[in-house]
Structure formats: structure tokens, C-alpha cells
Nanobody, 119 residues
Framework: QAQLVESGGGLVQAGGSLRLSCTSS???????????MGWYRQAPGKERELVATITGGGSTNYADSVKGRFTISRDNSRKTAYLRMNSLNPDDTAVYYCVRVGSEGQIDWGRGTQVTVSS
């Protein structure tokens, strides 16, 4: 059974920073490195949108709205992906979901973590 454990959300003032973590707790190392990991977010009344992804080899992709402010990374030895978010603004307020994509296209989602940015 897939299990992605997210942490690091919370309330922060505009201009502040947060780091989200997502651990693939039931994966073994040799399998985890084959996953593409990513983060999506969903604000109230809006559709879920891609924030960033990172492949097992470390290639990254970002939404235009977060380029230069957010950084996705991974520590394969810890089976964990991270999203460092700087210069946060109220438009970044959303539930952030970790996603894991397997080599055969299977997709697993975390339960989400709330990020709230106050002005």
C-alpha cells in the first residue's frame, strides 16, 4: 500500500519561508530512485496545479509562478523529497500534495499539508 507522509506546512507571514517534506516510508532505496517525485497544490475554489517535479536523476521542473522562489530536491537515502519555499505570498496559500510517479506510470498521492501565508 502506498504511503507518502508529508510534513512542514503551517502559517507564515508574507515574505517568509517553509520547507515541506515527503517521505515514501514503505519504499526501498532501489525502487525509490526510479520514482519521479513532485508537489501539487490546490487553493480554495481552484483546481489542483503542478508546483514542481524532480526525477530520480535530479532533473527538475517548476510552474512559472514559483520559479526562482521554490526549490525541489530529494534525498534518496532518506526516501524523501523536499520543497523549499521562499518569498511566500498569499497567493501561495493552498493545500500542498506530494505525488509519486512510478516507472510504469502509477501515481500515488499524499494526504496534503496546509500552507497559509498571511499578508
Amino acid at each position: 500500500q502506498a504511503q507518502l507522509v508529508e510534513s512542514g506546512g503551517g502559517l507564515v507571514q508574507a515574505g517568509g519561508s517553509l520547507r515541506l517534506s515527503c517521505t515514501s516510508s514503505r519504499s526501498i532505496f532501489s525502487v525509490f530512485i526510479t520514482y519521479t517525485m513532485g508537489w501539487y497544490r490546490q487553493a480554495p475554489g481552484k483546481e489542483r496545479e503542478l508546483v514542481a517535479t524532480i526525477t530520480g536523476g535530479g532533473s527538475t521542473n517548476y510552474a512559472d509562478s514559483v520559479k526562482g522562489r521554490f526549490t525541489i530536491s530529494r534525498d534518496n537515502s532518506r526516501k524523501t523529497a523536499y520543497l523549499r519555499m521562499n518569498s511566500l505570498n498569499p497567493d501561495d496559500t493552498a493545500v500542498y500534495y506530494c505525488v509519486r510517479v512510478g516507472s510504469e506510470g502509477q501515481i500515488d498521492w499524499g494526504r496534503g499539508t496546509q500552507v497559509t501565508v498571511s499578508s
